[in-house]
């Protein structure tokens, strides 16, 4: 399994793997897409760096979405391999209207994104937080995996397969993995995830709890402290 759960045999689940692959008409002037290590030639591109020096994100998205009509469970990862400012990573359901970019990206009311803490800590949805400001930050080195779980109408966000956040109601329509890249050089590798249940193993999790009793330092912006908090399990 590669972190996708479905019917249809063989061609069903290849089809649902090119979907995860990265759709290079995104912010293609700003953005570097590249071949991982290892794919085939002619393989969907999973790597992607920001080349441009623009102030505002530059958007990654999976060339394809998901939905509850054909897909049951799907699961990809997020390698992030360099990061100099800030980064999100989630999914959105609409993302023309996230490169119109008149939004701030967690403002946005189509994203749904786990920040990696920088400056602005937690996973927020429909343009607000929606978790603790504590849960643990991302960085360079760092995997974060993303599951869609349509039967059971939920996302869970991950960080090096310890469980960091779960949304229950997942929005309606195509759903597409995203990225927010901030920096020039901020590089991310997408791919399906080993397994449709991220795993957690107890020195994961011990090394969260380390994670979430020192905190990362780092300033907060005036938007991180007005969101109101719905905590997950």
């Known amino acids: 399994r590669l ?28 953005v570097e897409y590249i071949s991982a290590i290892g794919d085939a030639k002619g393989a969907p591109k999973r790597r992607a760096r920001k080349m441009g020096k623009t102030q505002e994100d530059s958007w990654v998205f999976s060339s394809g979405g998901f939905c509850a009509a054909r897909d049951k469970r799907v699961c990809w990862s997020v390698t992030v391999e360099s990061i100099g400012d800030e980064m999100r990573v989630g999914f959105t359901t609409d993302p023309l209207t996230l490169l119109k970019r008149e939004t701030r990206t967690l403002r946005q009311p189509a994203a749904y994104l786990y920040s990696d803490g920088s400056k602005v800590r937690g996973v927020f949805a429909g343009g607000r937080r929606v978790s603790k400001e504590s849960v643990q930050p991302f960085g360079t080195g760092s995997r974060v995996a993303v599951q869609l779980d349509f039967e059971r109408d939920r996302a869970r966000w991950y960080r090096d397969g310890v469980h960091v956040f779960t949304l229950r109601g997942l929005p309606r329509g195509e759903i597409f993995a995203a990225v927010a890249l901030a920096a020039d050089g901020d590089a991310v590798t997408v791919a399906p995830h080993s397994s449709s249940y991220a795993p957690i193993d107890g020195g994961a999790r011990a090394a969260a709890a380390a994670a979430i009793a020192q905190p ?15 905590e997950g399990d």
């Open 216 to 230: 990362r330092a780092g300033p907060h912006s005036a938007e991180d402290s007005r969101d109101g908090e719905d």
């Open 3 to 30: 972190g996708l759960r479905l019917a249809g045999g063989r061609d069903a689940y290849a089809e649902r793997q090119r979907r995860l692959g990265l759709d290079e008409r995104v912010c293609a002037a700003e």
